[in-house]
T-cell receptor
Framework: GAVVSQHPSWVICKSGTSVKIECRSL??????MFWYRQFPKQSLMLMAT?????????EQGVEKDKFLINHASLTLSTLTVTSAHPEDSSFYIC??????????????FGPGTRLLVL | QKEVEQDPGPLSVPEGAIVSLNCTYS??????FMWYRQYSRKGPELLMY????GNKEDGRFTAQVDKSSKYISLFIRDSQPSDSATYLC?????????FGQGTELSVKP
């Protein structure tokens, strides 16, 4: 149980294009999903928290107009990197927390999406 | 000072060794403490979590929290080459995980 998928697993795009990454909870409902970015040999940095049906909350320093997040259902959240540039190349990982997670607050992570902007 | 400090390693041990992975943290309000394992180019996988101080055991893994010293540990007994990965401690802050840098572990056959 508690499987989270991401699509695509990797993407290469030209500078200036937009890229959409999907995050799905496959066997549970997630009221809250999180988006992280991870650079090589570094830890996960939280970019934003998204709650189903409401606007995402972005961490300090993350441009909300550049990283558009939509959490339209209890099983799907999307991250769109708009006008991507080479410095946006990174490993993007989503996680989801069960709607009925209770006190454990466990987050289950997707396999990640590797983005390379040329 | 970072909220969560973790020695990045790398840590190399022979197969069968006992491994000790540690984190320190600064926020005394943390109540839940997670340990994740991340293989190269993969998403993190939840290993176990503990609530407040104390120990929790799951197979070869034991998680330990000492809130008085703000110290978190993960012990791996009888380590296997398949345990080679990066281990991330992550206290929970109001539903957000605060990740340490991760310790890269290599278990040599």
């Amino acid at each position: 149980g508690a499987v989270v998928s991401q699509h695509p697993s990797w993407v290469i795009c030209k500078s200036g294009t937009s890229v959409k990454i999907e995050c799905r909870s496959l066997d549970f409902q997630a009221t809250t999903m999180f988006w992280y970015r991870q650079f090589p040999k570094q830890s996960l940095m939280l970019m934003a928290t998204s709650n189903e049906g409401s606007k995402a909350t972005y961490e300090q320093g993350v441009e909300k107009d550049k990283f558009l997040i939509n959490h339209a259902s209890l099983t799907l959240s999307t991250l769109t990197v708009t006008s991507a540039h080479p410095e946006d190349s990174s490993f993007y990982i989503c996680s989801a927390r069960e709607a009925s997670g209770g006190a454990t607050k466990t987050q289950y992570f997707g396999p990640g999406t590797r983005l390379l902007v040329l | 000072q970072k909220e969560v400090e973790q020695d990045p390693g790398p840590l190399s041990v022979p197969e069968g060794a006992i491994v000790s992975l540690n984190c320190t943290y600064s926020n005394s309000a943390f109540q839940y403490f997670m340990w994740y394992r991340q293989y190269s180019r993969k998403g993190p996988e939840l290993l176990m979590y503990t609530y407040s101080s104390g120990n929790k055991e799951d197979g070869r893994f034991t998680a330990q929290v000492d809130k008085s010293s703000k110290y978190i540990s993960l012990f791996i007994r009888d380590s296997q080459p398949s345990d080679s990965a990066t281990y991330l401690c992550a206290p929970d802050q109001g539903g957000k995980l605060i990740f340490g840098q991760g310790t890269e572990l290599s278990v040599k056959p």
